[in-house]
């Protein structure tokens, strides 16, 4: 082909798509089938299966709103016909048709094409094809596999949890607070640190938003956040990335009974209005609504004490002092069907900020909101120490050096008063809504121990 004809070619192509983009009568798949449109359409999206049978084309057309079956017949223009059935998956087309409910289609609707336009010719060689995939090569094409009905739903999910969320808050007076992304000192501990070089020093990614938070509540009150959390996690675990979205909140003149309240409440909300505005979605994923709609606050607590005495009865190996592993949580969770609060953690297992009990200083003011079923923590909080002494003690006995610390003790100097919050992790939260086998399938690309592409 010579330069002139190729670039005819591709301004002709170029033209297509132009008129594709400017035409302002396509309507949205989902329109056709929530039955708000029947008759004459024109859609555009993409090719997502087709199969030929007596002379007759059915094509799965997608678009970000559903999939639909479109038909093409022969007698329409044999040459359209040919090029169509010689299409690549993934190509995009424009068409004109008639849709009409049918219920010999899979979406219950379809369209008889009266012209297709291509838009984009794809590569013939679409690697994601109908044989069964590992997880690794789903998770080396992602890029790609976010095409997929359980991706695209996950993310509608994903969203829709996070409107929720950040629309409770608001309305509640919490007001949306960034803190930053490089930090010098671990706020959970520095064995899960990500270190990272800051123009010739030191500097870390951030675990948690809330040492920077605590300063924040002093100046506009009730505060929030999302934003990536980051833990160097060596373990392999199916609810560990190494990337994760936290929503954090904090909130001054607050105890640990009160961050349980807001927390209850708070999770209620987000799983009473994920099943009422999502309940196509949930089910795709074997999430019965109703089930979401069960979760209503007060929730349960149990004690620290009484969680131990739960698991090592259901055959965990425990004693009064560690940490729950997955493992431990698991035993806990699973005959549990709504969340519940286990709350005074020893000191041992939790950072250095959270509050000793006056009554009992073995135990700190701390909950974990576990998700049942065997999923685990959903979120970590409680009350942190606002007394100068005590601070500077608990910094001793976890051997950490003030120096390191010195900005966040001078908050416990000025106008220190009972504070409290939480974190949750958004995938955590989706992983147990959406019933995941794992945590990676709650976010678009993640970032594991063994991952970081694409
Ligand atoms: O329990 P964590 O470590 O608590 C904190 O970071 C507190 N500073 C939060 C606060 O009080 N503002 O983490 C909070 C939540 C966990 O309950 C879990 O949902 C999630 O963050 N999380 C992770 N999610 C995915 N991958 C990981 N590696 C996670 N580590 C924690
Ligand atoms: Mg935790």
Redesign the pocket.
């Known amino acids: 082909m010579s330069d002139a004809s190729k670039k005819d070619k591709i301004t002709k192509k170029d033209k297509t798509m132009d008129k594709a983009i400017e035409k302002g009568d396509f309507i949205e798949i989902g329109e056709i089938l929530h039955g708000k449109k029947t008759g004459s359409v024109s859609l555009r999206g993409w090719l997502a299966h087709k199969r030929s049978s007596g002379g007759i084309q059915f094509i799965i057309l997608r678009d970000p709103s559903g999939f639909i079956q479109c038909t093409l017949s022969k007698d329409i223009d044999p040459k359209v016909f040919d090029e169509i059935e010689a299409l690549p998956i993934e190509s995009v087309i424009a068409i004109d048709g008639e849709a009409r409910a049918d219920k010999r289609a899979p979406s219950g609707h379809e369209v008889s094409i009266k012209k297709v336009d291509i838009l984009f010719k794809a590569e013939p060689d679409w690697p994601i094809v109908k044989k069964k995939h590992g997880p690794e090569f789903l998770l080396d094409k992602r890029h790609l596999w976010l095409r997929s009905d359980k991706m695209q739903a996950m993310l509608r999910v994903r969203s829709k949890l996070i409107e929720i969320a950040r629309q409770w808050l608001l309305e509640h007076g919490y007001i949306e607070f960034q803190s930053p992304i490089f930090i010098t000192a671990a ?2 501990g520095g064995s ?1 640190l990500f270190p990272v070089e800051y123009f010739g020093r030191q500097a870390y990614l951030t ?5 920077h ?1 605590e300063a924040a509540i002093s100046s506009i009150g009730k505060i929030f956040t999302l934003a990536p ?1 980051f ?1 160097a ?1 060596k373990s392999r675990t199916r ?6 979205w ?1 929503l ?3 909130e001054p003149f607050c105890d640990l009974e009160g961050t349980m309240k807001m927390q209850e409440q708070f999770v209620s909300h987000i799983c009473q209005h994920l099943a009422k505005e999502m309940p196509e979605q949930l089910k795709l994923f074997g999430r019965d609504p109703k089930e979401m709609l069960a979760v209503k606050h007060p929730l349960q607590r149990i004690t620290y004490d009484e969680a131990i005495e739960i698991i090592k009865k259901g055959g965990g190996d425990i004693k009064w002092g560690d940490d729950l592993t997955w493992v431990h949580e698991k035993i806990l969770t699973k005959k549990h069907k709504v969340p519940f609060f286990v709350y005074k953690y020893p000191k041992g297992v939790k ?1 250095f ?1 959270h509050m000793p009990d006056p009554k009992d200083p073995r135990v700190t003011l701390s909950a ?2 576990m998700a049942p079923e065997g999923y685990g ?6 009350q942190r120490i606002h007394d100068f002494k005590q601070m500077m003690k608990r910094l001793k006995e976890e051997k950490l050096d003030p120096k390191a610390y010195e900005w966040y003790i001078d908050l416990r100097k000025w106008g220190s008063v009972p504070h409290s ?9 989706l992983m147990w809504i959406l019933k995941l086998e794992h ?1 990676r399938d709650a976010i678009a690309f993640p970032r594991t121990l063994t991952r970081h592409y694409p």
Not at 239 to 244: G, I, K, N, V
């Open positions: 706020c959970e899960t675990q948690s938003w809330q040492l938070a959390s833990r996690e609810r560990h990335l190494a990337e994760y936290h954090e909140a904090e950072a900020y974990d909101l923590e959903l979120t970590g909080g409680g919050g939480f974190g949750m992790g958004i995938e955590r939260m945590i």
